[in-house]
DNA sequence: TTGTACGCGTTATCAT
DNA sequence: ATGATAACGCGTACAA
């Protein structure tokens, strides 16, 4: 363990504004004024300081000028697991937004523990966060807020939060349900139907959607649970491979994969003999075997939301729910065209 | 935009060290010492002010310490692109150790774009990070370190930077060679080799170790260049298959990704007609189709020991390099066992 | 063991 | 247009 009171040589001290206000022949008020874009000072004066902050290469120190304005320009961001891509999409977004407007995140996992949660928050506290965001809370309302504005909610499992951005899951099940029941190539329809899904209101959102649509075509479908793995994805594509089967729709990406897999041990042609739809669009979605046709969540847009919630926040304006829509993203798990052309949208993921 | 310099209600302020002080009627410095295990307070007087803060709600301001202690408690954190599984990876391992230490990251974005990266890194040091951690950094040591330590490197690009974590690449190559020329299950060992590589100093010492370790078996190999996308390894292995072809080693998994895409394309059978080994083993590597061998890079270990380094940095300590060693990682694409049973290790990525 | 008093670097108010 | 000065909340020599 580093003993971090150790501190030997104590970073040699930059001028301050003292350092400044003396070398330019003014006082610390008018410095002040300068960095700050306030009061008015005269074009002279203000030059003089310019030069003189440049010789002595200062810069106002963010310590000082949080303490005064009870600030720290820090918004703390609690994410279940960093190393998921689609919240990284989301971080992104909200990166982005936050940076634009000089603050920056300060991140927090709690590791898929919901039990972290709790902890995690009380440590980016500790850092005087002026807000917070919240990816997929277990917690919910219950979060310290201990000198800060409140935590913004990216999550689709606990309604009533009063800063939340969601999506429309009922949606995304009527736009998987619509896609499978597009007439294939041969003009038969699609008449044997199954749902993987996980535990979860998410889920079951997905699927209310997903079987209404199905209902007014007068279908019904089969019904398997996973929890989002590959490995229940794999399983519960064996499950469905014992019956009758030529529409499947998967509630996560990562769980897709693996119903792929039971098709492919089995010998079945995706889309041809069995069609997939997939949720997420996650970055790993163009990279299954056939490519995956998904449900897009738009997760940057959702990350930057949230983000612009957090800073009305700080703001003190007023911030109101949002519901973002899903998108279909059709691939060849769906569409039997043979030679898929490349879209920019496939395959250019990020470089590695 | 928002205009942050609204801030109608400024947060009702919580009683400070000096209340706590009147409340258990000490002086400020005796509170101070007990929240600071500093100097000697009796315990009667000690019980008296943990009541008095409990009763107040009290915890000490960090913006306050913070300014009086010259430091933040904050490391920053300079990353391509937040959504690439490895680097997800990375920072786990990043916010882990520094958690443990009371520390956290502040998270900076260069987007894949060289030229921001030191604006990103100003950004952060306008809110005075400690030290800082650069992962792929593209401008090396010319990164500012205004009242820093400075910038630990995860990266293979910019040799002699003091402060480097680092992967053994020519090993990687080398473990990837063996694995291709292990004889295959009909006994006829591989002769038709490539190396699907990409611009820079990394893919230049992965292929140094892959020839090497060809050439003690006297065999050569065919070229191609891509750029680590998805897109690249599919050209690059419809230009290999004009040739004969029955082992290629890919510099990364997206691409390799495009590589098998390319076999299924031209129906070759993989592994046994082709044998497929990538790089990184990214959290895509096992959803491939089939399950992709690949070099594992151990980026959660390298992202905590970079964490460590800024520590130590921070506390003074002396810093020397480090280089980890890749480990190569058995699936599919180069073991033809039938039907591969499940190994924690495979299929079991984090949920979603 | 405890208290006094100063400093940390800045912003902001009120004079001038 | 500019200056003097009081916060901001805390840590810490130094004194008691």
């Known amino acids: 363990m580093t003993d971090l009171t150790v501190q030997p040589k104590p970073l040699s001290r930059t001028g301050g504004i003292r350092d400044v206000a003396r070398q330019a022949g003014v006082s610390i008020a008018t410095v002040s004024r300068v960095f700050n874009d306030a009061g008015t000072v005269s074009q002279d004066t203000r030059e003089r300081i310019m030069h003189a902050a440049a010789l002595l290469s200062y810069e106002p120190s963010s310590l000082g000028r949080n303490l005064v304005r009870g600030r720290s320009y820090l918004v703390g961001l609690i994410v279940p697991n960093i190393s998921v891509p689609l919240y990284g999409t989301m971080i992104q977004g909200i990166e982005d937004v936050l940076a634009r407007h000089q603050m920056s995140a300060l991140l927090g996992s709690s590791r898929d523990r919901p039990d972290t949660e709790a902890r995690v928050a009380q440590g980016l506290l500790g850092h005087a966060v002026d807000a917070g965001i919240v990816i997929n809370s277990q917690v919910g309302a219950a979060l310290p807020v201990q000198r800060m504005r409140g935590w913004v909610h990216i999550s689709p499992e606990i309604p009533g939060l009063p800063w939340r951005v969601e999506l429309d899951n009922e949606e995304g099940g009527r736009l998987a349900a619509r896609e499978l029941l597009r007439n ?148 060849e798990s769906t569409d039997p065209s043979p030679e898929p052309p490349f879209t920019p949208d496939e395959g250019r993921s990020s470089s590695r």
Chains 1, 2 share one sequence.
């Open 184 to 331: 294939t190539s041969s003009g038969s329809p699609r008449t044997a139907l199954a749902y993987v899904g996980a535990p979860g209101r998410e889920s079951l959102e997905r699927e209310r959607g997903f079987a209404a649509e199905l209902a007014l075509a007068g279908l019904n479908y089969r019904r398997v649970v996973g929890d989002y793995s590959e490995q229940s994805g794999l399983e519960a594509g064996l499950e469905l491979l014992q019956f009758p089967l030529d529409a499947v729709f998967v509630a996560g990406d990562l769980m897709a994969a693996g119903v792929l897999r039971a098709l492919h041990r089995s010998g079945r042609n995706v889309p041809t003999q069995v069609a997939v739809v997939g949720f997420d669009d996650s970055l790993i979605a163009p990279l299954l075997y056939p490519r995956l046709s998904t449900v897009r969540q738009p997760a940057y847009q959702m990350g930057a939301a949230a983000a612009q919630m957090a800073l009305d926040l700080i703001a003190g304006l007023a911030v109101t729910p949002m519901t973002f829509s899903p998108v279909l993203v059709r691939r």
